[in-house]
């Protein structure tokens, strides 16, 4: 079976400095694959490679088999490549439903009204119906990365439920950062709904572990742009040269 995701040797270089070196990963339909590792490993670069945001200097991005690596991000996000960032990414002078509404409009659905049952039924999904009239602006940090969930679903309410656009795969980079320890546990549960329920494929950077137990099928360890390890949490965390790499550093 073809991969939904594959990078082959992964390059990106600045100057003399090499960002991200020769990565090679494949991720699979309806898998969850983490990746980890310190400030300053990759993640977020390559990351960066995947979306379309930085261009490599070498290797390839393929999706669905077939290669993206000169594709603009629009065009990605259009082929089922959802991705969100770091920093929250909401307009604070918008409501909830507004998001959705205006992301469902931009994937080419018609007549998608705020307070209509597709876009409530999208905010049910990441448990923020109830906040559908609240400015963006007044949320939790925790509901403000809940709601860039909900924009990345708002595609399926265009042509029917299915759209160009709608994410098989989602990128998610450090979703739990700035979130509150006790708005953890809700928007974990959100996320392992996407993945188990809806069957969404998974490639999310995590700084910390114990988050991803549960979550994750295979953790991939970043160190110093290369790929360090991969395999399931419990292997990774047994294997020698990962332990050697992070002594005094937490995952």
């Known amino acids: 079976m073809t991969p939904v995701l594959e990078l082959s040797g992964l390059s990106?270089?600045?100057?003399a400095a090499t960002i991200v070196d020769g990565v090679a990963l494949a991720v699979e339909e309806g898998e969850f694959v983490a990746v980890i590792g310190p400030n300053g490993a990759g993640k977020t670069s390559l990351f960066n490679l995947v979306s379309g945001i930085t261009r490599p200097t070498a290797g390839a991005v393929r999706l669905d088999g077939a290669d993206i690596t000169g594709l603009p991000p629009h065009r990605r996000a259009r082929r089922g490549l959802g991705r969100t960032f770091q920093s929250s990414s909401v307009f604070p002078t918008m409501t909830v439903a507004e998001h959705v509404a205006l992301a469902a409009r931009a994937a080419g659905a018609k007549r998608v009204a705020e307070g209509g049952k597709g876009v409530r039924a999208v905010l049910e999904r990441v448990r923020l119906a109830q906040r559908a009239d609240d400015l963006a602006g007044g949320l939790s940090h925790g509901d403000k990365r809940k709601l860039e969930l909900a924009v990345l679903l708002a595609p399926t309410l265009a042509q029917g439920g299915s759209s160009p656009g709608d994410p098989?795969?989602?990128?998610?980079?450090?979703?739990?950062?700035g979130v509150a320890a006790e708005e953890v546990g809700e928007l974990t549960d959100v996320i392992r709904?996407?993945?188990?329920?809806?069957?969404?494929?998974?490639?999310?950077?995590?700084?910390h572990m114990d988050i991803l137990l549960g979550l994750a099928d295979r953790v991939a360890v970043m160190h110093h742009g290369t790929l360090l390890a991969v395999g399931t949490p419990g292997a990774v965390m047994a294997d020698p040269a990962v332990q050697e790499a992070y002594v005094g550093e937490e995952l």
């Open 12 to 15: 990106w270089s600045v100057g």
């Open 168 to 177: 098989r795969l989602m990128l998610l980079d450090e979703p739990m950062a």
């Open 193 to 207: 709904t996407l993945h188990r329920t809806e069957g969404r494929t998974v490639l999310m950077v995590e700084h």
